[in-house]
């Protein structure tokens, strides 16, 4: 199913314009990056896995840190165009890239340092599945960073408030592991799920993972607002909320480091 939705242009197109094509977002990401860099402190030499890559963007900014990294994307033609850009930057001795599906993560045990997985889960309906192979790859000691929408957040309180108000075409259905979205893209079902974050740190904490720090990424979804004065105003204040560290419980965008333990 997701194979299908995510195999061709249009969703790629989408989310390109949106996320990766405007300045301002570009340095808020460059942000993000180098703060989970500093909580996760990796050694000199860490291999790091990108979980659901994409078009290659986190993968090269971890690169231009001095690491290596993997990244795997069921999508050939995110990888296709990830493998452009990471050539375009000269880092392709650095970066490698994988096609497969995070729920049957072709690697071995304990093969990463680190493993960067950022608004992936969300739309993986067996994502516990996927958070069982991520666990498995990763290192005794080894950092996992996981990016998810928050369902507490204040926009997705407007969001069910605007919903009673006016009918949506996507469904709402709610689950143990938060809100779930779905609708179609390019005729193939499409999700996006806000994480209920307890119920995904407690998940974590069953794999033999230490929960060392949650931050909120931002404010609200640059997606949910035109492009222009608009997003950019989005952005700046997904900024600010990221310099003056906006407490996780009322941001959209939420990040989770931990670490694997050794042993219960």
Sequence with gaps: MLKQTYAGDQ??????????????ETRRNDKIMDRIMTYI?????????D??????????????????????????EALRRARHGINECGLGSRISLVCGALEEAPFGDEVFDAIHCRGVLMH?????????????????????????????????????LVRKLVSRESKLVRTPAGLEFWSEEGGNPFLVRFANIRHLI???EKR????????????????????????????????????????????????????KQTSF
């Design 124 to 160: 993986i309906p067996e994502w516990e599945k996927a958070l069982d192979h991520l666990c498995r790859v990763l290192k005794p000691g080894g950092k996992i960073v996981i990016m998810e929408n928050n369902h507490h957040s204040l926009e997705m309180k407007i969001v069910l």
């Design 202 to 204: 407690e998940q974590l």
């Design 51 to 76: 979980a659901g890559c994409g078009t290659g963007d986190h993968a090269i900014r971890i690169a231009r840190r001095g690491f290596c990294c993997v990244g795997i994307d069921i999508s050939r």
């Design 208 to 259: 033999r993972l230490r929960i060392l720090k949650r931050f909120g990424t931002g404010v609200g979804d640059i997606n949910r607002f035109p492009s222009g004065l608009v997003r950019n105003g989005v952005i700046r204040l997904n900024s600010v909320g990221l310099s003056f560290h906006f407490p996780a419980g009322i941001c959209s965008g939420n990040a989770i480091i931990s670490e």
């Design 41 to 49: 402190h990796p050694p000199p030499g860490a291999l790091f896995l």
């Design 11 to 24: 969703v790629h197109d989408h989310w390109e314009s949106v996320y990766r094509q405007n300045p301002l």
